[in-house]
């Protein structure tokens, strides 16, 4: 990456402070990421405190600081660039370098939303839970490490599957989140996440309130 690319995705970032609370977002690509950031953004308890008014692909890092209504530090929501493209920039390079320049130090706390389309090949190793959150682990110090990582399950645009096929991907999901050290996020019960706000927010609710 050079010195260009460098000051580009810097000017998408924010410093991640001690009273923080940091979210990652991490999956493939495809999954709804991006997607699921920006539907959290439009939910009436977040206030995003200074929004750099820009939205990268998924070759970049995007964080944003907010307010959460009913908390008083605040939240950094980090949307990361997919892991295993195999295309540059390098996802993994993208975020090690992130971290190197805006998380250097434990702050309160670190949880991960794990986004998983549904829609993809289950039998695909490269799109797996636990080698995504391989990638994602060994791009932070062991003292950043996430405590806590919900699996969020959703379903491309037009994709169409019977409910009994998201009932077995769905329970296929769940075996690999408990063999990555993670859990589906109990807000889906064989269903993939409904692109509401109301639903993102309780989705951040649920794992912030993880224990």
Known sequence: MGLF????????TTTV???DTVVFIVGPSGSGKSRFMSILLQNTNV???VSKGQRPGTTEVHAERCRFDGMQNDIVIVDTPSFCTYTDPDGEDVVRQWMESNYTKPCKAVRTLYM???AF???DANLTVSNHLGVFRRTCR???LPSIIHIVPTLSYGAKLTAERLGTLTTQLQSQAKNA???LHNSFDGKP???KPDTAWDVVQGLLNAS
């Open 5 to 12: 690319d460098r000051l580009r995705w810097s000017k998408k």
């Open 17 to 19: 402070l001690p009273t």
């Open 47 to 49: 206030h995003v405190k």
């Open 116 to 118: 998983h389309n549904l």
């Open 121 to 123: 090949n289950p039998e």
């Open 142 to 144: 062991p003292s950043l």
């Open 181 to 183: 050290g993670a859990r």
């Open 193 to 195: 996440f409904d692109g």
